[in-house]
Protein backbone atom coordinates (compact mmCIF):
# COMPACT_ATOMS: atom_id res chain seq x y z
CA UNK A 1 0.00 0.00 0.00
CA UNK A 2 1.66 3.05 -1.05
CA UNK A 3 -0.05 5.39 1.56
CA UNK A 4 -0.83 4.89 4.80
CA UNK A 5 -4.27 5.94 6.41
CA UNK A 6 -4.53 8.21 9.32
CA UNK A 7 -8.47 8.21 10.40
CA UNK A 8 -9.04 10.83 13.05
CA UNK A 9 -12.73 10.17 14.58
CA UNK A 10 -14.33 11.24 17.51
CA UNK A 11 -16.75 8.53 18.06
CA UNK A 12 -13.61 5.88 17.84
CA UNK A 13 -12.16 5.06 21.08
CA UNK A 14 -8.09 5.41 20.31
CA UNK A 15 -6.19 5.87 17.33
CA UNK A 16 -6.20 1.99 16.26
CA UNK A 17 -8.43 0.28 13.88
CA UNK A 18 -8.73 -3.01 13.80
CA UNK A 19 -6.66 -4.84 11.16
CA UNK A 20 -10.13 -6.67 9.67
CA UNK A 21 -10.95 -3.59 8.27
CA UNK A 22 -7.73 -3.13 5.82
CA UNK A 23 -6.97 0.36 7.32
CA UNK A 24 -3.90 1.28 8.99
CA UNK A 25 -3.11 4.04 10.79
CA UNK A 26 0.19 6.27 11.58
CA UNK A 27 2.77 7.38 10.12
CA UNK A 28 2.48 10.60 7.58
CA UNK A 29 -0.32 9.78 5.87
CA UNK A 30 -3.66 11.49 5.22
CA UNK A 31 -7.01 11.21 6.36
CA UNK A 32 -9.38 9.55 4.29
CA UNK A 33 -13.07 10.36 6.77
CA UNK A 34 -14.06 14.00 7.05
CA UNK A 35 -13.75 15.86 10.55
CA UNK A 36 -16.56 14.45 12.93
CA UNK A 37 -17.68 17.92 14.24
CA UNK A 38 -19.08 18.09 10.69
CA UNK A 39 -21.60 15.81 11.31
CA UNK A 40 -23.63 17.56 13.82
CA UNK A 41 -24.14 20.86 12.05
CA UNK A 42 -25.74 19.21 9.16
CA UNK A 43 -29.07 19.68 9.17
CA UNK A 44 -29.57 22.39 11.95
CA UNK A 45 -30.66 24.98 9.49
CA UNK A 46 -33.52 22.81 8.23
CA UNK A 47 -35.63 23.74 11.45
CA UNK A 48 -37.10 20.26 12.02
CA UNK A 49 -37.36 18.45 14.93
CA UNK A 50 -35.89 14.68 15.19
CA UNK A 51 -39.26 12.99 14.58
CA UNK A 52 -39.95 15.49 11.34
CA UNK A 53 -36.20 14.76 10.07
CA UNK A 54 -36.22 11.17 10.97
CA UNK A 55 -39.86 10.82 8.95
CA UNK A 56 -38.42 12.09 5.80
CA UNK A 57 -34.36 11.33 6.24
CA UNK A 58 -34.59 8.47 3.54
CA UNK A 59 -35.33 11.03 0.86
CA UNK A 60 -31.36 11.75 1.30
CA UNK A 61 -30.25 8.61 -0.06
CA UNK A 62 -30.31 6.58 -2.91
CA UNK A 63 -30.17 3.41 -0.82
CA UNK A 64 -30.21 4.35 2.99
CA UNK A 65 -28.98 0.66 4.10
CA UNK A 66 -25.58 0.51 5.00
CA UNK A 67 -23.97 -2.35 2.24
CA UNK A 68 -20.37 -3.49 3.04
CA UNK A 69 -18.17 -2.21 0.19
CA UNK A 70 -13.98 -1.48 -0.06
CA UNK A 71 -12.24 2.00 -0.54
CA UNK A 72 -9.81 2.27 -2.96
CA UNK A 73 -7.29 5.12 -3.98
CA UNK A 74 -6.32 4.88 -7.66
CA UNK A 75 -7.80 1.78 -8.52
CA UNK A 76 -5.65 0.28 -5.66
CA UNK A 77 -7.91 -1.54 -2.63
CA UNK A 78 -6.97 0.63 0.65
CA UNK A 79 -10.13 -0.63 3.10
CA UNK A 80 -12.02 -3.69 3.05
CA UNK A 81 -15.25 -4.60 3.70
CA UNK A 82 -16.78 -1.66 5.69
CA UNK A 83 -20.63 -0.98 5.94
CA UNK A 84 -21.38 2.51 3.62
CA UNK A 85 -23.83 4.26 1.42
CA UNK A 86 -24.44 7.38 -0.68
CA UNK A 87 -26.43 10.32 0.84
CA UNK A 88 -27.42 12.19 -1.99
CA UNK A 89 -28.59 15.24 -0.10
CA UNK A 90 -24.94 16.14 1.07
CA UNK A 91 -23.24 14.16 -1.52
CA UNK A 92 -21.67 12.41 0.90
CA UNK A 93 -20.31 8.50 1.03
CA UNK A 94 -20.86 7.54 4.58
CA UNK A 95 -18.92 5.07 6.50
CA UNK A 96 -19.10 2.71 9.24
CA UNK A 97 -16.22 1.08 10.48
CA UNK A 98 -18.19 -2.19 11.47
CA UNK A 99 -22.08 -2.59 11.31
CA UNK A 100 -22.86 -2.18 15.27
CA UNK A 101 -21.80 1.27 15.21
CA UNK A 102 -24.31 3.68 15.43
CA UNK A 103 -22.18 6.79 13.96
CA UNK A 104 -20.40 6.68 10.79
CA UNK A 105 -18.03 9.16 9.14
CA UNK A 106 -18.20 11.04 5.76
CA UNK A 107 -15.46 9.89 3.21
CA UNK A 108 -13.26 12.58 1.75
CA UNK A 109 -13.80 13.93 -1.08
CA UNK A 110 -10.52 13.38 -3.46
CA UNK A 111 -10.65 12.89 -6.65
CA UNK A 112 -8.17 9.56 -6.33
CA UNK A 113 -10.51 7.85 -3.83
CA UNK A 114 -13.63 5.52 -4.67
CA UNK A 115 -15.94 2.88 -3.37
CA UNK A 116 -17.52 -0.24 -4.98
CA UNK A 117 -20.02 -2.30 -3.30
CA UNK A 118 -21.84 -5.53 -4.74
CA UNK A 119 -24.67 -3.03 -5.68
CA UNK A 120 -23.04 0.05 -6.61
CA UNK A 121 -19.78 1.75 -7.88
CA UNK A 122 -18.55 5.65 -7.23
CA UNK A 123 -16.51 7.91 -8.12
CA UNK A 124 -15.65 11.27 -6.92
CA UNK A 125 -15.80 14.04 -9.67
CA UNK A 126 -13.70 17.61 -8.88
CA UNK A 127 -16.30 20.40 -9.06
CA UNK A 128 -16.47 22.44 -12.26
CA UNK A 129 -18.87 25.09 -10.76
CA UNK A 130 -22.15 22.69 -11.83
CA UNK A 131 -23.74 20.84 -8.73
CA UNK A 132 -25.08 18.09 -11.40
CA UNK A 133 -21.84 17.04 -12.79
CA UNK A 134 -19.49 17.38 -9.75
CA UNK A 135 -19.03 15.20 -6.45
CA UNK A 136 -19.79 11.51 -6.26
CA UNK A 137 -21.31 10.07 -9.34
CA UNK A 138 -22.82 6.06 -9.54
CA UNK A 139 -20.89 4.33 -13.03
CA UNK A 140 -23.47 2.63 -14.30
CA UNK A 141 -20.71 1.13 -17.34
CA UNK A 142 -17.39 1.50 -17.15
CA UNK A 143 -15.96 0.74 -20.44
CA UNK A 144 -12.68 1.58 -22.22
CA UNK A 145 -15.09 3.92 -24.66
CA UNK A 146 -17.75 4.81 -23.33
CA UNK A 147 -19.13 5.34 -19.56
CA UNK A 148 -22.38 6.05 -18.44
CA UNK A 149 -22.66 8.05 -15.02
CA UNK A 150 -25.64 8.59 -12.75
CA UNK A 151 -26.00 11.97 -10.60
CA UNK A 152 -28.38 12.04 -7.60
CA UNK A 153 -29.15 15.84 -6.62
CA UNK A 154 -31.88 16.44 -3.81
CA UNK A 155 -33.22 19.59 -2.35
CA UNK A 156 -35.07 20.46 0.83
CA UNK A 157 -38.63 21.72 0.48
CA UNK A 158 -39.41 22.99 3.52
CA UNK A 159 -43.40 22.98 4.73
CA UNK A 160 -45.95 25.25 3.44
CA UNK A 161 -49.14 26.13 4.60
CA UNK A 162 -52.04 25.43 1.87
CA UNK A 163 -52.47 29.15 0.29
CA UNK A 164 -56.50 28.75 0.86
CA UNK A 165 -58.63 26.99 3.23
CA UNK A 166 -59.28 24.08 0.54
CA UNK A 167 -55.95 23.22 0.11
CA UNK A 168 -53.59 20.92 2.31
CA UNK A 169 -50.39 22.08 4.20
CA UNK A 170 -47.38 20.32 2.62
CA UNK A 171 -45.43 18.52 4.83
CA UNK A 172 -41.67 19.20 4.70
CA UNK A 173 -39.64 17.01 2.38
CA UNK A 174 -36.44 15.80 0.38
CA UNK A 175 -36.90 15.91 -3.26
CA UNK A 176 -34.75 13.82 -5.55
CA UNK A 177 -33.58 14.53 -9.37
CA UNK A 178 -31.49 12.08 -11.32
CA UNK A 179 -28.86 13.31 -14.23
CA UNK A 180 -27.28 10.54 -16.33
CA UNK A 181 -24.03 11.53 -18.31
CA UNK A 182 -22.00 9.43 -21.10
CA UNK A 183 -18.62 10.09 -21.16
CA UNK A 184 -16.47 9.71 -24.47
CA UNK A 185 -13.19 10.95 -25.51
CA UNK A 186 -13.22 12.65 -21.90
CA UNK A 187 -16.03 14.58 -23.03
CA UNK A 188 -19.15 14.61 -20.43
CA UNK A 189 -22.71 14.80 -21.96
CA UNK A 190 -25.65 14.92 -20.28
CA UNK A 191 -28.18 12.38 -21.59
CA UNK A 192 -31.58 14.09 -22.94
CA UNK A 193 -34.86 12.98 -20.48
CA UNK A 194 -37.45 12.02 -23.54
CA UNK A 195 -37.20 9.10 -25.50
CA UNK A 196 -36.76 10.63 -29.27
CA UNK A 197 -34.18 13.01 -28.01
CA UNK A 198 -32.00 9.99 -26.34
CA UNK A 199 -32.28 7.65 -29.17
CA UNK A 200 -31.03 10.56 -31.55
CA UNK A 201 -28.60 11.24 -28.85
CA UNK A 202 -26.79 7.68 -29.11
CA UNK A 203 -27.40 7.52 -32.90
CA UNK A 204 -24.88 10.09 -32.99
CA UNK A 205 -22.47 8.39 -31.23
CA UNK A 206 -22.87 5.45 -34.02
CA UNK A 207 -25.72 5.32 -36.82
CA UNK A 208 -26.63 1.35 -35.88
CA UNK A 209 -28.26 2.68 -32.23
CA UNK A 210 -31.47 3.31 -33.64
CA UNK A 211 -31.71 0.15 -35.40
CA UNK A 212 -30.53 -1.37 -32.38
CA UNK A 213 -32.91 0.12 -30.33
CA UNK A 214 -36.31 -0.24 -31.95
CA UNK A 215 -35.45 -3.83 -33.16
CA UNK A 216 -35.22 -4.80 -29.04
CA UNK A 217 -37.60 -3.16 -27.82
CA UNK A 218 -35.32 -1.00 -25.53
CA UNK A 219 -36.83 1.44 -23.00
CA UNK A 220 -34.15 4.55 -23.02
CA UNK A 221 -36.10 5.98 -20.45
CA UNK A 222 -35.42 3.49 -18.34
CA UNK A 223 -32.17 2.68 -16.33
CA UNK A 224 -32.16 -0.69 -17.35
CA UNK A 225 -32.37 -0.22 -20.69
CA UNK A 226 -30.12 2.59 -21.16
CA UNK A 227 -27.58 0.62 -19.23
CA UNK A 228 -28.02 -1.79 -21.95
CA UNK A 229 -27.85 1.00 -24.89
CA UNK A 230 -24.92 2.44 -23.43
CA UNK A 231 -23.13 -1.80 -22.75
CA UNK A 232 -23.77 -2.08 -26.85
CA UNK A 233 -22.54 0.84 -28.03
CA UNK A 234 -19.21 -0.03 -26.54
CA UNK A 235 -19.06 -3.24 -27.98
CA UNK A 236 -19.22 -1.38 -31.57
Known amino acids: MKNFINITI ?11 TGIQTGGGGFQIFTKASDMGQRYNSLGLTDSQFNSIKSGMYANMNFIHGNIF ?12 RYNAYTDDIEVKLKS ?5 QPLKKIPNLSVKTPLDYYIFL ?3 GKKEESGFVNVLVDGD ?12 Q ?33 VPNSKGKIIDFLDKENSKMKDYIK ?22
Not at 100 to 104: G, I, L, P, Q, V
Not at 220 to 234: M, P
Open 10 to 20: AFILGLAVNAQ
Open 73 to 84: ENGEKIAADLPM
Open 100 to 104: SDANF
Open 126 to 128: EDN
Open 145 to 156: QYKLYKKITVSF
Open 158 to 190: PAAKGRTSYESDTPASFKQNIFYYLVHDGNLME
Open 215 to 236: KNKIDVRNEAGLIKAISHLESL
